[in-house]
């Protein structure tokens, strides 16, 4: 007679002070969007994670592939991998999505959303998804990204008035009365990356100078009340696109090569402004950035992170040096947008596979099986035998 006995356990995914110990693999169950995905939102409290981009459909990957109509954004049930019943339907892309208890603030390239004429920017209702009564009235269709802070959502892009006043390229709404702030930096070019750090909002994009003309090429940090006091950071040589921050540090990618001089291929992290060692240096642009427990999520177009070919474009390294672990994602194009919920990390873009699996446009990976012990018991002659196998 011989019995198995099955035993669970070992390391996870976690916030706090530690680090992914474990591989992460894809969910195949969840939903895949026909089409590019820019941006990624998460409610972890309610856990559904808001997408949005170029995509028209989502489609089931299991028989009978049902396939529903969800135009540039949908709400994805992070338990089962379904699109919710939640479709705002605006007419165009949407490259940017941030989110406050009730509404969910859509970015992009849209002239309608439900039907209701809202350009480039819009509130929706969390629960119905239909466009609430504000609008902004954005001079043109091309907010490309948002924050929230300070009891404000502040927007950037390639507009260059809101409502008919002059706000060119960066502009701010007071969440409260959603009338537009003082608040107008007026940088010279695109934002394309928006990231506050305590009292600072700093921006990223193609701009040269800000506030009428003072020079902080690439990058530049703005108080939250006007927009006009410049904060000190190490200068860019190239285009910012994404920032997070960990660790009172703020991480850059982009299309970069060196700031002040001192070479960073793509990716750099700054510390009071100043730069820092980290330096992952990823061979080709950084798109999207994402704390994920103690270390930093990197996506792009990249195939190399230090000199070591992974042939994928999402990454995680020490947040300290910029080493990238062991963990392979096998992302087989652009990555465009990254997010986490719990153990579960998120990225969206305009590939086709992960790990040689066939999944489209947005991921989702979550924590292996732990280590697994396979202890056999077997009995001869009346005596118990035990051997103990570990397999990792």
Known sequence: MMRSLLLVGGPVLMGGGTTMAQELLPDLHFW????????????????????????TTLTDPDPPFTTVTRNYVAAIDLATGEPLPWDPNPDYHVHSIVQTPSSVYLGGGFYSVGGQPRTALAAVDKTSGLAQAWNPLVGSPTVLSMAIASGKLFIGGGFLSVNGTPRQYAAAFDLGTGNLTAWNPSPSDYVLAMQAVGSTMYLGGYFNTLAGGLPSPFLAGVDMNFGITLSFVSAPNAPVRAMTTANGRLYLGGEFTALDGVPRNHAAALLGGSLTAWDPAPNAAVSALAKVGAEIAMGGDFLTVGGQAYNSRLVVGNATTGNANSWNSGVGHAVSAIA???????????????MQFGVSNFASFTPAPALVRVQPRVFLGGMLCERATTNA
Do not use: E
Not at 35 to 55: K, P, Q, R
Not at 340 to 354: A, E, N
């Open 32 to 55: 895949r969007p026909n089409n590019h995905v820019y941006t990624i939102s998460v409610d972890s409290a309610a856990n559904v994670a808001y997408i949005g981009g170029l995509f």
């Open 340 to 354: 986490t919920s719990g153990g579960r990390l998120l990225c969206g873009g305009v590939f086709t596979s992960v």
